[in-house]
């Protein structure tokens, strides 16, 4: 049987074995939380409480600022101990609260289910969006609500969830669709009403069987459809995604919106159809922490804010020394060097890989092989993205179309010489927004 | 915080298994039933050639990398597939000396004086070939039929024992064509030339473990096919005889004198076939592969040029 798919693009081991099949455990409360005021794409939220303040789970805890802007809620209870900048995973000192555990729970009253779906008008759901706190949980954390705002004259056609998990060793989206597809869909119908939409679409991979099957089964009867998808990677990119789902190609350097598609992770609709369901606003999310170099890899509910440490001391710890600790997939997450970084609301998954799975960072030049323009989805020339800008030749690199590239990786992944075409690729873009800001 | 310490590296944090050296290595072992045919038809010569050609190769690779204090990477095994390569275009009765100067021309003049692997424009074992032929045209024109033909050749009234089908054929000679016999490789030919079927086998092996792109061999091989029937010459003799299949399924595709773009690749393909055809049936030799080859690695930096993809979604600029 042929699945629906995109052109190019590359076959990775999945190694998802290890975790694929484990219900997700929840990680018990964490005695401190960090919580960054950024955690998603756009202004920072602006914190409501004080040092000394006691805060309750659930509580907001600081305000979105504007309209891209999110609001953050306290995690866990207890004491805000600090508001203060902390390590965050971009490798800067980000503002952050700090919350130390009363070690119980106290939930905070103010939290209800708001009225039933059919009540709410496309505005309200909206608002609901941003008051959730909702940011895309697939890594990208952009505000969700803002998506629902089209361009005048755009209409949204389509809101696709994104369940391909195309990310090798990730498996917390495949449990979420296995064991929340309730929630997954009663936040999709709600994003429907949001957006004015006409149809929902999930694209799930096809290695996941168990939530294809649950997905349908909670979608039956609903404008709802479940689209199994060739497992290929980045078959969960945006781009990428909607073209498999609705053969529709989005422009370079345009939204989805263009095609009138809105793209989500199932992750947030869960968080969204939580919300609906409960009040709960978004507070922890699903972390596969998992590699050769975890004791017990594991599928772990954690509440935001949690640090790596605590989640990696829960599974056991290393193995042996580590050789490299990735936050999100290691197509595309980055790698960290320390362990005091807080979970946030776009942190999928914990890998990490063993001192021997680490190889040498030597390369050789690029010996034309081609292997790279067979993969790149974008049907680029990563070589020559390689080759110019490693001798900052920025204007060829453009001409070449850099900023068309989507930095999945494959280029990297495939090159024989093991050239770092990525990095290179992002350098030189960095090198060009600069030198347009001074120019 | 952690104790021990962790590399932080840029993503992608995983890696194919496949590396240059293991490319190269296969390509070796592509060519190893070549090697066989040679040894099978033409003795022990065959072998001293190619590991003379080999051995000066990497020797010579090692020698320029030193001088130039460039770190020595013999081990990623293209020098050794050069040797290889240059050997398997020479002619048996070749003095042994031969193979070792045009491999040490191949490294140090065809490679090396551009910068090493990935910046020579021109193929190297070409490159080697085509300077023995200028500086020894005698010797290396000189050819040998395996003894085991002899018998076909005896048959033919016209044939001459020194000369290749395609060159019989230049010089308007009517022989009846031995097509079994050029199949398997029991010719008179360079070493590695003869055997269409060990060739076959090995480009095979390359096309079914995706090192080398069927747009260049079916290029190459096809225009050959039509541009025969369009001359009236016979394709079957034209695709066995002389070095079309060793060129189009090992030359042709070497990675850094060939596009990157996949139409690029393809047009490539076609080009070496119309130069062959062409050189071929009025050219001033007898065999052409070499030549259009080396001519269409000029061509490639324009050829990628010209055939960059559309890329997805892509939006003109001002457009
Ligand atoms: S050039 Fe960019 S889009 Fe293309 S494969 Fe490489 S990282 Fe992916
Ligand atoms: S995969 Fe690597 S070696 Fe091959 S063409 Fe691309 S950059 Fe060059």
Known sequence: ?439 | MLETEVVVSASPHIRQGVTTERIMWMVVISLLPAVFASITFFGGRALLIILCSVFSAVLTEAAVEILLKRPVTVKDGSAAVTGLLLALTLPPTVPLILPVLGAAFAIAIGKQIFGGLGFNPLNPALIGRAFLLASWPDLMTTWKWPAASLTWLESQADAVAGATVLGLIKEGTTVQLPFLQMFLGNMSGSLGETSALALLVGGLFLLAYQIIDWRIPVGYLGTVILMALLVGENPLLQLLAGGLILGAFFMATDYVTTPVTPKGRLIFGIGCGLLTMLIRKYGGFPEGVGYSILLMNVATPLLDRWTIPKRFGEVKANG
């Open chain 1, 1 to 439: 049987m042929r699945f629906r798919t995109f052109k190019k693009g590359v076959y990775l081991p999945g190694n998802k074995e290890r975790t694929a099949s484990l219900p997700v455990e929840v990680l018990p409360l964490p005695r401190q939380v960090v919580l960054p005021l950024r955690q998603h794409i756009g202004a920072p939220a602006e914190p409501v409480v004080a040092v000394g303040d006691e805060v309750l789970t659930g509580q907001k805890i600081a305000e979105a600022k504007g309209k891209v802007s999110l609001p953050l809620h306290a995690s866990i209870s207890g004491k805000v101990v600090a508001i203060e900048p902390r390590p965050h995973v971009s490798g800067e000192l980000v503002p952050a609260i700090v919350i130390e555990s009363d070690g119980t729970e106290r939930m905070a009253p103010e939290l209800h289910a708001p009225p039933r779906l059919e009540e709410l008008s496309a505005e309200q759901l909206k608002e609901l969006m941003q008051e959730a706190g909702l940011a895309g949980m697939g890594g990208a954390a952009f505000p969700t609500h803002v998506k629902y705002d089209p361009p005048p004259g755009k209409k949204i056609e389509y809101i696709l969830l994104n369940g391909a998990e195309c990310e090798p060793y990730l498996t917390c989206d495949h449990r979420l669709m296995v064991e929340r597809a309730d929630d997954i869909i009663l936040g999709l119908m709600a994003m429907l009403k949001a957006g004015q939409a006409t149809k929902g679409l999930i694209g799930v991979e096809v290695n996941k069987p168990d939530a294809l099957a649950a997905l349908e089964k909670a979608a039956t009867g609903l404008p709802i459809e479940v689209l199994p998808l060739k497992v290929k990677y980045p078959q969960g990119e945006e781009k990428m995604l909607i073209y498999a789902a609705t053969g529709r190609v989005v422009p370079a350097g345009a939204l989805p919106i263009e095609v009138g598609v809105v793209v989500n992770n199932v992750a947030t609709a869960a968080a969204f159809g939580e919300y609906l369901r409960t009040g709960k606003p978004l507070i922890s999310r699903l972390v596969t922490v998992t590699g050769a170099g975890i004791k017990s890899p594991k599928n772990l509910e954690v509440r935001l804010g949690t640090l790596l440490e605590d989640v990696l001391n829960y599974c056991g710890g290393f193995t042996d020394a580590p050789g490299r600790i990735i936050l999100g997939g290691p197509m595309t997450g980055p790698a960290q060097y320390r362990l005091d970084l807080p979970v946030m609301k776009g942190t999928s998954g914990i890998v990490v890989q063993t001192r021997a799975e680490v190889e040498k960072p030597d390369y050789g030049p690029c010996i034309r092989c081609g292997k790279c323009v067979d993969v790149c989805p974008y049907n680029a020339l990563p070589n020559y993205f390689g080759l110019y800008a490693e001798h900052d030749r920025l204007a060829e690199v453009e001409k070449y179309g850099i900023f068309d590239c989507r930095e999945c990786g494959s280029c990297t992944y495939v090159c024989p010489s093991r050239r770092p075409l990525l990095q290179l690729i992002k350098d030189a873009k960095r090198k060009i927004m600069a030198s347009r800001k001074t120019g």
